[in-house]
C-alpha cells in the first residue's frame, strides 16, 4: 500500500487518505453515532471531492458503531463501498451485524490486503453501473 496523501486525526478516528479511498482506524472505547459519521461524510467529501471512494474501517481498537448509521449512506453518491477490516473475532461478528444496516456494498475482511483488492472492484463496479445510466 502505498504512502497515504492526508492524514487527518479526529477526535474519534485516524484517517488516511489514499487515491480511491480512505482507511479509518477508529480509536480505543468510541461510539460512532449519526454526529461522527456526518463529520466523516463532510472530510471525505472535502477530500475527494466528486470522485468516487472507499471507505475502509481498520478496526484495531475496540469501539462501538450504531447500526443505523449505515442506513441513509447510499444517499452519498461518491461512496461506492464500505470494508471493516479486523482480525478479532468480536468486530467482525459486529460487522457482521452491522452488514444487514448498509444499503451499499457492504464486506469483511481479516486481511488489509483483500480489502483493497476488493476496494477496486468496487469501483470498477460503480463506474460500470454510472456508464449503462448514461
Known amino acids: 500500500m ?3 496523501r492526508k492524514i487527518l486525526e479526529l477526535e474519534f478516528t485516524v ?3 489514499h487515491r480511491d479511498f480512505v ?4 480509536r480505543e472505547g468510541q461510539i460512532l453515532e449519526a454526529k461522527e459519521v456526518a463529520k466523516l461524510i463532510e472530510v471525505c467529501s472535502d477530500f475527494f471531492g466528486r470522485e468516487s471512494f472507499v471507505y475502509l474501517s481498520y478496526r484495531v481498537n475496540d469501539y462501538n458503531v450504531n447500526p443505523t448509521v449505515y442506513m441513509n449512506l447510499d444517499e452519498v453518491k461518491n461512496l461506492a ?3 471493516v477490516v479486523s ?3 468480536s ?5 457482521s451485524f452491522e452488514k444487514n444496516f448498509c444499503k451499499l456494498p457492504f464486506e469483511i475482511f ?6 483493497l483488492d476488493w ?4 469501483l470498477e463496479e460503480k463506474l460500470k453501473k454510472e456508464k449503462n445510466r448514461n
Open 2 to 4: 502505498a504512502l497515504p
Open 15 to 17: 484517517l488516511e487518505f
Open 23 to 26: 482507511l479509518s482506524k477508529p
Open 81 to 83: 463501498g464500505i470494508g
Open 87 to 89: 482480525k478479532k473475532t
Open 91 to 95: 468486530s467482525l461478528k459486529m460487522a
Open 110 to 115: 481479516t486481511d488489509l490486503d483483500d480489502a
Open 119 to 122: 476496494t477496486g472492484k468496487v
